[in-house]
């Protein structure tokens, strides 16, 4: 009887033309609370993997492969964990904004490229110059969200070149 109405209605009609991120911003609607314990984890598991790559960095032979894994699984939980804040489809397209989309693609290009430096190329030099450019390229996406500060880090390079 339901469904006879929701047809009647209308309702079923506009239920299939949603799009895919309509689907998923419905499929995400948390409360509050649950959006800042699902934050509070997420960036915790996050800063607790880059803590624990940067201890096993000095063990024989594995140490800098175990530290590229935790180090790039907990940038993807630390960029995920935002996701719990906004939601995934505004951080998307945060991500994609004019002003940040320059800094997503080279750190999401930089997570990649680590994790094939290491563990396809077998180059850590070159894995542990891709974990550098991951905490530069992170470290300038996260800034675009506190605002005029790049324009004064730009300004305070600038003093000191010339």
Do not use: H
Request: aromatic share 12%; with cysteine.
């Amino acid at each position: 009887m339901d469904k006879l109405k929701s047809v009647l209605s209308g309702e079923e009609a506009r239920r299939d033309d949603r799009t895919v991120l309509e689907t998923v911003n419905e499929a995400s609607s948390l409360s509050w609370p649950t959006r800042i314990k699902g934050f509070i984890v997420c960036f915790v598991i996050g800063a607790a993997c880059t803590i624990l790559g940067v201890c096993v960095l000095f063990l024989p032979r594995i140490g800098i492969t175990l530290f590229i894994v935790f180090y790039t699984f907990g940038n993807l939980c630390a960029l995920g964990s935002t996701m719990f804040l906004m939601g995934p489809v505004k951080q998307l397209k945060k991500m994609c904004d004019r002003t940040r989309a320059l800094a997503t693609t080279i750190m999401i290009t930089c997570l990649v490229l680590t994790l094939c430096a290491a563990f396809w190329w077998k180059n850590f030099g070159l894995a542990l110059l891709f974990c550098i450019l991951q905490v530069l390229s992170f470290t300038w996406y996260s800034l675009s969200y506190i605002p005029c500060v790049r324009e004064a880090i730009w300004k305070l390079v600038a003093l000191f070149i010339k």
